[in-house]
């Protein structure tokens, strides 16, 4: 017998007399620990982690040092999403070959990230900065209001040149190279390449974020200013300008990965985009501890297993594809019961 039917006769094992776990379970848990299977469910896992940390890693660097809830992080990730589209459909031909494609994505990511960083390093300065003295619900209905009229704003405009707002904008998803759409199989393990290009997009924003932390000028401000916001300004440091600058780094991450997101059809650029992004993004950030990169890095990954293999069993053997999402929820709520501050959260961040 192998180690993996072994593993579920033990299991059956385990049920009372007379009550088997019924053959359908016990023949669905045989086939999701076969090692294919399961390297499958780890590779989707992984490049939905990749995901989940590219919308999350701007919130959380936005928290981490001003303790500012940014709810319109979701709306500026749609419109990083419709920019880089915008770009996409402008360059690409149907002449053009997959590596002009690349690039064209390249420049698109870059565009995307300019435009969105200036965007909220605008927002920061013009409506965030006057109220940090304020308690925390002003900034929090202030983000939340930026949220409705950049989704208004997104309706309009996209309504004006003939889009529908709800649906995906499909012109995007073909100028996706071909190849990113086959399955590439490694030692019995397949994947799409679309799959592949997530989890290198998201090892680059991890590695650049990490980079950004820990070798920077500026990072050391971040982290110092997680810490003691006061002692930073009294050591002679310009805090309003370091608060500009990390807001608009993370709303320039956000545009980036909507840029990502554009390419993939379960995403795509349109307007519910917005809402879709932010409940993910703050499962991410509140699991992995308000405040704490690595956190939301180690939050991500788990998101994206958990996500993978509930997917994988509600596919295979409940037959319902509704579930996942709700059981990342439950992920939630069973951190905030066992560890409210989240896995590697602090009692204070960003001066709250």
Known sequence: MSAIAHAAASLASLAPAGAALPLQ????????????????????????ASLYVMIAAGLTLVFGLMGVLNFAHGSLTMLGAYLGGLVLVTVVAQSTGGAGRLLAFGVAVVVAFGALAALGGGL???????IYDRPPLYQILLTFGVTLVLDE??????????????????????????????SLGVAGVSASGLELFHILFGVATVVGVH????RTRYGLFVRAGGEDSEMLSALGVDVNRVFTVVFALGTGIAGAAGVLLAWDPSWGASVPLAAETLLP???VVIVGGLGTFRGTVVAALIV??????????????????????MVVFLVLVITLIVKPQGLYGVSEVGGH
């Open 153 to 182: 704003l997104a309706r309009i405009v996209v309504l004006f040149y003939g889009l529908q707002p709800t649906t995906v904008w499909q012109d995007v998803l073909g100028t996706k190279p071909a190849f990113l759409a086959d």
């Open 124 to 130: 920061e300065i013009g409506l965030v900065r006057p």
């Open 25 to 48: 379970f016990t023949d669905a848990l045989i086939e999701f620990l076969s090692p294919t299977t399961l390297a499958d469910v780890i590779v989707r896992g992984i490049a939905e």
């Open 281 to 283: 993004a703050f499962v």
């Open 211 to 214: 980079l950004f932390l820990t």
């Open 304 to 325: 994206g297993l958990v996500d993978s293999s509930m997917t994988w069993w509600f596919q295979n053997f409940v037959d319902f594809t509704g579930l996942p999402e």
